[in-house]
Antibody, heavy 123, light 103 residues
């Protein structure tokens, strides 16, 4: 079945970097845009970034622009999020999610989600 | 930037009740509005897309409507499994979430 599995979370000191991965299976990964979404403890969902199906375009939330980079490796069915200059308010569960529509689409609906990986920023 | 104001933030209801959750956009938007259900410790689950289209496998007691600035999620007859948090979304913006609790 269609599945996304995040990994790479952990406890990191403020100012350091961390990379997350999201392994996709059960669908044609290279046909779908992908998102990263996070959820701070006890808070709502916050969209982070989107990358087009072919990796040709990426867009970011203002809160992470210039610090986070979304990328993908379609040959290995894997999505990445590289996070620099981490701050305490980056502490959250990070989810990867699939765009509902294949190919180029302007909408952001997410139909397949991973279970999330927890990132804690603490000294 | 468009803001999505979701209300109520908490809703207490009983099994069998009909409930409605609203998301109001800060300006008129397209109908690219989605609704998600999230249970504690779990990932969100897509319920409704394009404001009113039911995702495959989602029970028909869930429905969505709206246009312009106001969008609603309605559960026609609450079931025990429906007590959860619900989130609306338009593009890169989520509502604040509505926690649906048992009365």
């Amino acid at each position: 079945q269609e599945q996304l599995v995040e990994s790479g979370g952990g406890v990191v000191q403020p100012g350091r970097s961390l990379s997350l991965s999201c392994a996709a299976s059960g669908f044609s990964f290279s046909s779908y845009g992908m998102h990263w979404v996070r959820q701070a403890p006890g808070k709502g969902l916050e969209w982070m970034a989107i990358i087009w199906f072919d990796g040709s375009n990426q867009y970011y939330a203002d809160s992470v622009k210039g610090r986070f980079t979304i990328s993908r490796d379609n040959s290995n069915n894997t999505l990445y999020l590289h996070m620099n200059s981490l701050r305490a308010d980056d502490t959250a569960v990070y989810y990867c999610a699939r765009l509902r529509r294949r190919g180029i689409t302007a909408e952001f609906t997410m139909d397949v989600w991973g279970k999330g990986t927890t990132v804690t920023i603490s000294s | 930037d468009i803001q999505m104001t979701q209300f109520p933030s908490t809703l207490s209801a009983s099994v069998g009740d009909r409930v409605t959750i609203t998301c109001r956009a800060s300006q008129s938007i397209t109908t690219w509005v989605a609704w998600y259900q999230q249970k504690p410790g779990k990932a969100p689950k897509l319920l409704i897309y394009d404001a009113s289209s039911l995702e495959s496998g989602v029970p028909s007691r869930f429905s969505g409507s709206g246009s312009g600035t106001d969008f609603t999620l309605t559960i026609s007859s609450l079931q025990p499994d429906d007590f959860a948090t619900y989130h609306c979304q338009h593009m890169g913006t989520f509502g604040q979430g509505t926690k649906l609790e048992i009365k």
